[in-house]
């Protein structure tokens, strides 16, 4: 379609036209060049004067023959056609075609166009997103996550407001659900882990951090500033340790001959007495792993506990990715100025890490997503490391100058164009030199912050992304997380006797020695006697008494028994082996058991093994559990194998079973390593 023709002063950056048809602002145009043949363009002002349109139209460019968007060199002829852009050339320049990679946001403003987001660079290359409170920012972020989701890469958001909990159900919401179809989505819930602080939502995981600290990082982490006097004495204290715990730092303070000792051990008790620290952490690998979204909820938890937690949290976990220990994931952090805020805003304990991620999370594939209703409080080093800005609606004037002075390709009118913005609309920059606009599609989970008109009353904003061109530095975290799949970096449990020592040991020669993975949860438990570690089969959910031989044994369903069973059972335990006169005298009373020990017998807690002998079953434990602990620790590794054996019990039955018999702290997903002999 016609819209008009080139005149007057004409550049390689922009031109004018005389609108003979009705044209919008941000109408994506294409103009016939003799030497680049199409180019794409688009209108970014119009001007009105009595009958008359004039637009203005800045040049985003041509496809070479690479396929590489390229700017002008020679401009266009004045009286050149300007022809109303058609949605294939449209998404052949900016790239808005499906990929395997692609996040789906919505649609570009005014077209039928699905705008895709290349989660690769994405992911990798930082992502901020900027926009004042109610302007749909956590609804949109919501809508990336969904996608990052579907696509299996391992999510980790902070969440201060419990705002993303809703993600596990599919969106209810009436008015949403008829848009979908337009926008080609349906409802669905994301399965998601959610940790926080019981005690205000107990349908939360606990979160524990390690409690085995560096001293650097005791100091980092207390409420307060210790004075230089205060430092040497703590740092004296420690300085033999590998690892701080709490109750032996305060001990060997205690043996410190200054006074100024106390109001550092008051210090260290304050940071104690929090209860987030615990010997029975939760496990790094379950916050992040292949396929999972964990969400750490801050809702109820104090700022200053908030700030500790984020500090410990990414610290760690960047190590470990750096170590290789988990695989490449993606972390998103709600209300970032609160956790790196800009340095005249202070310093908080989280600043530094953020920085650091921000700057070299992408070598090793950490992406990181920062989300604030207040870009001027954000690091300013931390939003220029984000080569991806989404940014909705912003009014105040210090957060505009923030986003245009750390946002690449930012005008003046693009700036005015941002506190116009409609609810829904976004507008991201970093995929070509023209920011694009785009209508965000719909949620598939339900929202669970203020409810929110996605489509709005439209504004005339156009709106547009696209995957990221193929040329990108830094990591490819599909890629790494394929990598590491591939590699099967696993949480092992492995026994002490090698193949070698099999081979040696065989009665028989061996042609192989196979490695079979057996799954199997590690749990940290407790009882009078503190706290030990036991190995439980994920295949059946019995315990694992002897991980060498991969011995197992069931635990009896004691609560099933009558008290009269019960006292019989417990003498054939104490006699092993036993008659019924044995039993009879035992009990010390001269009753009836046969029909106790027949019950007993049905359910396979005693053998008969000759008629009128018993003894009890070795196919059930019925000593205490601590007699079967394991002092293992979980490593990390990659290791070959021929059998991946399928986990088919799941974790709430094995724990609601052993909390009869024991207190469950925590638990870890492992595999046993087990071998088979293959004779020649």
Same mark, same amino acid.
Not at 24 to 36: A, D, G, P
Not at 153 to 168: A, K, Q, R, T
Not at 236 to 263: G, H, P, R
């Given at each position: 379609?016609?819209?008009?023709?080139?005149?007057?002063?004409?550049?390689?950056?922009?031109?004018?036209?005389?609108?003979?048809?009705?044209?919008?602002? @941000?109408?994506?145009?294409?103009?016939?060049?003799?030497?680049?043949?199409?180019?794409?363009?688009?209108?970014?002002?119009?001007?009105?004067?009595?009958?008359?349109?004039?637009?203005?139209?800045?040049?985003?460019?041509?496809?070479?023959?690479?396929?590489?968007?390229?700017?002008?060199?020679?401009?266009?002829?004045?009286?050149?056609?300007?022809?109303?852009?058609?949605?294939?050339?449209?998404?052949?320049?900016?790239?808005?075609?499906?990929?395997?990679?692609?996040?789906?946001?919505?649609?570009?403003?005014?077209?039928?166009?699905?705008?895709?987001?290349?989660?690769?660079?994405?992911?990798?290359?930082?992502?901020?997103?900027?926009?004042?409170?109610?302007?749909?920012?956590?609804?949109?972020?919501?809508?990336?996550?969904?996608?990052?989701?579907?696509?299996?890469?391992?999510?980790?958001?902070?969440?201060?407001?419990?705002?993303?909990?809703?993600?596990?159900?599919?969106?209810?919401?009436?008015?949403?659900?008829?848009?979908? /179809?337009?926008?080609?989505?349906?409802?669905?819930?994301?399965?998601?882990?959610?940790?926080?602080?019981?005690?205000?939502?107990?349908?939360?995981?606990?979160?524990?951090?390690?409690? #085995?600290?560096?001293?650097?990082?005791?100091?980092?982490?207390?409420?307060?500033?210790?004075? /230089?006097?205060?430092?040497?004495?703590?740092?004296?204290?420690?300085?033999?340790?590998? /690892?701080?715990? @709490?109750?032996?730092?305060?001990?060997?303070?205690?043996?410190?001959?200054?006074?100024?000792?106390?109001?550092?051990?008051?210090?260290?008790?304050?940071? #104690?007495?929090?209860?987030?620290?615990?010997?029975?952490?939760?496990?790094?690998?379950?916050?992040?792993?292949?396929?999972?979204?964990?969400?750490?909820?801050?809702?109820?938890?104090?700022?200053?506990?908030?700030?500790?937690?984020?500090?410990?949290?990414?610290?760690?976990?960047?190590?470990?990715?750096?170590?290789?220990?988990?695989?490449?994931?993606?972390?998103?952090?709600?209300?970032?100025?609160?956790?790196?805020?800009?340095?005249?805003?202070?310093?908080?304990?989280?600043?530094?890490?953020?920085?650091?991620?921000?700057?070299?999370?992408?070598?090793?594939?950490?992406?990181?997503?920062?989300?604030?209703?207040?870009?001027?409080?954000?690091?300013?080093?931390?939003?220029?490391?984000?080569?991806?800005?989404?940014?909705?609606?912003?009014?105040?004037?210090?957060?505009?100058?923030?986003?245009?002075?750390?946002?690449?390709?930012?005008?003046?009118?693009?700036?005015?164009?941002?506190?116009?913005?409609?609810?829904?609309?976004?507008?991201?920059?970093?995929?070509?030199?023209?920011?694009?606009?785009?209508?965000?599609?719909?949620?598939?989970?339900?929202?669970?912050?203020?409810?929110?008109?996605?489509?709005?009353?439209?504004?005339?904003?156009?709106?547009?992304? #696209?995957?990221?061109?193929?040329?990108?530095?830094?990591?490819?975290?599909?890629?790494?997380?394929?990598?590491?799949?591939?590699?099967?970096?696993?949480?092992?449990?492995?026994?002490?006797?090698?193949?070698?020592?099999?081979?040696?040991?065989?009665?028989?020669?061996?042609?192989?020695?196979?490695?079979?993975?057996?799954?199997?949860?590690?749990?940290?438990?407790?009882?009078?006697?503190?706290?030990?570690?036991?190995?439980?089969?994920?295949?059946?959910?019995?315990?694992?008494?002897?991980?060498?031989?991969?011995?197992?044994?069931?635990?009896?369903?004691?609560?099933?028994?009558?008290?009269?069973?019960?006292?019989?059972?417990?003498?054939?335990?104490?006699?092993?082996?036993?008659?019924?006169?044995?039993?009879?005298?035992?009990?010390?009373?001269?009753?009836?058991?046969?029909?106790?020990?027949?019950?007993?017998?049905?359910?396979?807690?005693?053998?008969?093994?000759?008629?009128?002998?018993?003894?009890?079953?070795?196919?059930?434990?019925?000593?205490?559990? #601590?007699?079967?602990?394991? @002092?293992?620790?979980?490593?990390?590794?990659?290791?070959?194998?021929?059998?991946?054996?399928?986990?088919?019990?799941?974790?709430?039955?094995?724990?609601?079973?052993?909390?009869?018999?024991?207190?469950?702290?925590?638990?870890?997903?492992?595999?046993?390593?087990?071998?088979?002999?293959?004779?020649?």
């Amino acid at each position: 379609m016609l819209l008009g023709k080139i005149f007057g002063k004409v550049t390689t950056k922009e031109f004018k036209f005389l609108a003979e048809a009705e044209v919008r602002k @941000f109408e994506y145009v294409q103009v016939y060049h003799e030497v680049y043949e199409y180019v794409l363009c688009q209108v970014v002002e119009l001007e009105k004067q009595e009958n008359m349109t004039t637009a203005l139209c800045q040049i985003i460019g041509f496809k070479d023959k690479d396929a590489k968007i390229k700017k002008l060199r020679i401009p266009f002829e004045p009286g050149s056609e300007v022809l109303s852009a058609e949605d294939d050339f449209i998404s052949s320049i900016i790239k808005l075609e499906n990929t395997q990679t692609g996040a789906y946001l919505g649609k570009l403003e005014g077209r039928d166009i699905p705008v895709q987001l290349d989660l690769k660079k994405l992911l990798t290359k930082h992502v901020a997103v900027l926009a004042k409170s109610g302007s749909g920012k956590s609804y949109s972020v919501g809508v990336l996550l969904e996608e990052i989701i579907d696509k299996k890469v391992p999510l980790l958001i902070i969440d201060p407001h419990g705002e993303y909990s809703s993600m596990n159900l599919p969106n209810d919401n009436e008015e949403e659900k008829k848009l979908m /179809a337009t926008f080609g989505v349906t409802p669905q819930g994301f399965k998601i882990n959610e940790y926080g602080d019981t005690t205000v939502n107990p349908k939360v995981r606990p979160l524990r951090l390690p409690n #085995n600290l560096s001293s650097q990082e005791l100091v980092d982490m207390l409420p307060v500033r210790l004075s /230089a006097s205060q430092l040497g004495l703590l740092y004296s204290a420690t300085q033999d340790m590998s /690892a701080c715990d @709490f109750d032996s730092v305060i001990y060997s303070l205690q043996q410190e001959e200054s006074n100024a000792k106390w109001n550092v051990i008051k210090v260290i008790e304050q940071l #104690n007495n929090i209860g987030l620290f615990s010997s029975a952490p939760t496990p790094y690998h379950e916050l992040v792993k292949s396929g999972s979204c964990s969400i750490v909820n801050f809702k109820g938890i104090d700022p200053d506990i908030q700030d500790i937690i984020v500090y410990k949290l990414t610290k760690d976990l960047f190590e470990l990715r750096k170590q290789n220990k988990i695989p490449p994931f993606f972390l998103v952090i709600e209300e970032a100025h609160n956790y790196c805020p800009e340095r005249s805003f202070g310093e908080k304990k989280s600043s530094k890490i953020l920085r650091t991620i921000a700057s070299e999370g992408r070598k090793f594939g950490l992406g990181l997503c920062v989300i604030s209703q207040r870009p001027a409080r954000v690091d300013k080093s931390v939003v220029s490391q984000c080569s991806t800005q989404i940014i909705l609606k912003v009014t105040n004037p210090n957060d505009l100058k923030a986003i245009s002075s750390s946002v690449e390709g930012i005008t003046n009118n693009t700036e005015a164009e941002i506190q116009e913005l409609s609810i829904g609309t976004a507008l991201v920059t970093g995929i070509t030199d023209v920011p694009l606009f785009v209508k965000v599609r719909p949620r598939r989970s339900l929202h669970g912050g203020h409810a929110i008109d996605i489509l709005g009353e439209s504004n005339g904003d156009s709106f547009s992304d #696209n995957t990221l061109s193929s040329s990108d530095e830094g990591s490819d975290i599909f890629a790494q997380s394929k990598e590491f799949e591939e590699q099967d970096i696993v949480p092992l449990i492995k026994p002490n006797t090698t193949p070698k020592d099999l081979m040696v040991m065989s009665d028989i020669p061996l042609s192989d020695i196979q490695n079979i993975l057996r799954p199997a949860y590690m749990f940290t438990c407790e009882d009078k006697e503190g706290k030990f570690k036991l190995l439980v089969s994920r295949e059946d959910g019995r315990i694992i008494t002897d991980k060498e031989d991969f011995q197992l044994k069931s635990l009896p369903e004691l609560h099933k028994l009558t008290k009269k069973e019960l006292l019989v059972l417990h003498q054939a335990y104490v006699l092993n082996q036993f008659t019924s006169l044995d039993m009879v005298k035992a009990i010390g009373s001269n009753i009836d058991i046969v029909d106790d020990l027949k019950s007993l017998i049905d359910r396979n807690y005693v053998q008969e093994i000759s008629p009128d002998h018993f003894k009890i079953s070795d196919k059930y434990i019925f000593s205490t559990l #601590n007699k079967f602990k394991v @002092f293992d620790e979980i490593n990390y590794e990659k290791i070959p194998y021929t059998q991946k054996v399928e986990a088919t019990v799941d974790i709430d039955s094995i724990v609601e079973n052993l909390q009869r018999f024991t207190s469950v702290l925590d638990h870890a997903e492992v595999y046993v390593l087990t071998y088979h002999c293959v004779p020649k």
